[in-house]
T-cell receptor, first 110, second 112 residues
Framework: QKEVEQNSGPLSVPEGAIASLNCTYS??????FFWYRQYSGKSPELIMS????GDKEDGRFTAQLNKASQYVSLLIRDSQPSDSATYLC??????????FGAGTRLFVKA | EAQVTQNPRYLITVTGKKLTVTCSQN?????MSWYRQDPGLGLRQIYY???????DKGDVPEGYKVSRKEKRNFPLILESPSPNQTSLYFC???????????FGPGTRLTVL
């Protein structure tokens, strides 16, 4: 059973701090990795995608991928209350199947 | 505006009464998927489609059917719904398996 694991949280950080979200996956042949943000009652929306080892930065967001350790992370710098949401890690395991983690709830305190 | 639409948004039904949830996208995407989201379990893929008349099972296909007769539409069919199919359902489309998925607004289904 291919799996994607995330800490369910909630992860609570003060406004302005760095939030660090982590994800591990079990299938070594996974090729593409995504972070989605989901506000309560809304549909997921893409924040970051990453395909190769290393860091990828986009504004306040940085995705990190380590295929050897089967680990993906998302860093949110200068966290804002509007970042409070559930963050879903998603892994494409080859072909057209995508497996999502259960999500980490983030709460940014003003 | 690029979007994925689903109907209905909310549905309460009874066990055994056939229902269809429609999904339509206007982005000319080849790939479409259906997911269900349950507390603590996250999003689980039910079925996906790579193109017209090409569909395959995801991780939780039991009790569901799909069809893809047109590129833009991908309906989800529950022929005999049961209470364990009570869930939040999302349709998604993407330009390719390594690309961003665009999600519809969700359909909250309750089966009594």
């Amino acid at each position: 059973q291919k799996e994607v694991e995330q800490n369910s949280g909630p992860l609570s950080v003060p406004e302005g701090a760095i939030a660090s979200l982590n994800c591990t996956y079990s299938d070594r042949v996974s090729q593409s990795f995504f972070w989605y943000r989901q506000y309560s009652g809304k549909s997921p929306e893409l924040i970051m995608s990453i395909y190769s080892n290393g860091d990828k930065e986009d504004g306040r967001f940085t995705a990190q991928l380590n295929k050897a350790s089967q680990y993906v992370s998302l860093l949110i710098r200068d966290s804002q209350p509007s970042d409070s949401a559930t963050y879903l890690c998603a892994v494409n395991t080859g072909g057209f199947k995508t497996i999502f983690g259960a999500g980490t709830r983030l709460f940014v305190k003003a | 505006e690029a979007q994925v639409t689903q109907n209905p948004r909310y549905l309460i039904t009874v066990t055994g009464k056939k229902l269809t949830v429609t999904c339509s996208q206007n982005m000319n995407h080849e790939y479409m998927s259906w997911y269900r989201q349950d507390p603590g379990l996250g999003l689980r893929q039910i079925y996906y489609s790579m193109n017209v008349e090409v569909t395959d099972k995801g991780d939780v296909p039991e009790g569901y059917k799909v069809s893809r007769k047109e590129k833009r539409n991908f309906p989800l069919i529950l022929e005999s719904p049961s209470p364990n199919q009570t869930s939040l359902y999302f349709c998604a489309s993407t330009a390719g398996p390594y690309n961003e998925q665009f999600f519809g607004p969700g359909t909250r289904l309750t089966v009594l």
